[in-house]
């Protein structure tokens, strides 16, 4: 996460932002309604961090909240076109930042790391 901070400071951006952005942009695409919660979630974030990680979206202009016209009570958070294109060139930041962690791995060296890694993330959210 630090290598992929220093490359993001360049657009203004945390980590926690870019990933928060990446999974707005992801739900869009798949025209799945979502909230709060769902940004919670997916993320493994209290409802404080994504509120205030969203609201900096917000004032950055790559993210936009309108009302939903079917629930005016409802909040849908669009990404804006500069949002966009920001994901692209982060999704460039974070192939390069996997990419040189696991330059020298073999493929089955690649198949442990992962497996390993995910046992660490798994004891790291009980």
């Known amino acids: 996460m630090c290598m ?9 951006l945390t980590n926690q932002q870019a990933r928060l952005l990446g999974e707005i942009i992801s739900l869009n695409k ?3 309604m979502f909230g709060r919660k ?3 979630q997916a993320l493994n974030l209290k409802g404080p961090s994504v509120t205030s990680l969203l609201h900096g979206l ?16 409802r909040k849908v958070l669009l990404p804006t076109e500069e949002g966009k294109k920001l994901v692209k060139q982060m999704d460039l930041v974070f192939e ?5 962690l696991t330059d020298r791995l073999t493929d089955e060296e690649l198949e442990f ?3 390993y890694l995910h046992i660490a993330y798994e004891n790291m959210i009980e």
């Open 113 to 115: 790391f992962k497996e």
């Open 30 to 32: 798949k025209k799945k």
């Open 58 to 73: 917000e004032k950055k202009g790559l993210i936009e909240t309108k009302s939903d016209g079917s629930d005016g009570r």
């Open 96 to 100: 390069a930042t996997e990419n040189q």
């Open 4 to 12: 992929q901070d220093k490359c993001l400071v360049h657009y203004g």
């Open 38 to 40: 769902e940004l919670e």
